[in-house]
């Protein structure tokens, strides 16, 4: 009776399996191999309404064994027999497949351009960057020389200068001590011909004076004579 009623209990799933599987076929979707139709019905021709033998046992146990395989798939066949659990036809699915593809391999190619694009413009910019780098560096090289040898230059130039007025200067020195030793000859001299002058004034005031001594004396000399001549005449 055990047997009875579990056969009894696999029949509907068996017609709701069924049902399940055309719906499926139907739909597009593929149809297991243990679920075929006519494994079902040629299952429900041989289930027996009476209790079957004891030579039928095995046959039960794999038919029951088959009725809980179906009735564990059945809520995922009835779920997908719905509207919006169904998928979509073969041909549509294998369409929409080769367009996920084709788009996935157009958006990889896609983004390998733009990836390439992207690193041959960090390139050229890089390269810019470096150019740009190497031109700042020449130029502001270039003008911290010429700015050094413009200073050097004048530095030189002030440097000369410098020695020249030095020059300038010991050379007026030199003649300035020249000029001072000149003029300390000049006030010898004319130191000298002062004293040379006054002596000369005392000359002339000497020989006038002996002149007139002399003369004194001429006279004295004459008036004695002149007395010892009269003294001689008197004699």
């Known amino acids: 009776m055990s047997a009875d009623n579990e056969s009894e209990k696999a ?13 499926i076929r139907d739909e597009g979707l593929p149809i297991p191999q243990s679920e075929h139709p006519s494994q079902f019905s040629t299952t429900a021709e041989k289930t027996p309404d009476t209790p079957p033998s004891i030579n039928n046992n095995n046959n039960n146990n794999n038919n029951n064994n088959k009725s809980e395989e179906r009735s564990n798939f059945l809520p995922q066949k009835l779920l997908s027999s719905l509207p919006f659990f169904s998928s979509p036809p ?8 080769s367009l996920t593809q084709s788009s996935s391999l157009t958006l990889s190619s896609q983004l390998a351009d733009l990836l390439r694009a992207h690193k041959e413009r960090q390139s050229e910019l890089h390269a810019a960057g470096q150019q ?16 050094a040898a413009s200073a050097n230059a004048e530095v030189s130039a002030a440097f000369r200068r410098e020695k020249q007025i030095e020059a300038e200067l010991k050379e007026i020195a030199a003649r300035s001590a020249q000029l001072q030793r000149r003029m300390t000859a000049w006030a010898a001299l004319f ?10 004034g005392d000359v002339a005031n000497w020989a006038r004076r002996t002149e007139e001594d002399l003369t004194a004396t001429v006279h004295v000399l004459e008036e004695l004579s002149e007395r010892k001549r009269r003294a001689l005449g008197m004699q």
Do not use: G
């Open 132 to 147: 740009a780098w190497e031109d700042v560096r020449h130029y502001s090289h270039t003008a911290c020389d010429a700015i």
């Open 11 to 23: 029949k509907p799933l068996i017609l709701i399996s069924t049902t399940t599987t055309t719906t």
């Open 90 to 97: 073969a041909t549509a699915t294998t369409t929409q497949s």
């Open 191 to 200: 130191a000298k011909l002062n004293v040379e002058l006054k002596e000369m």
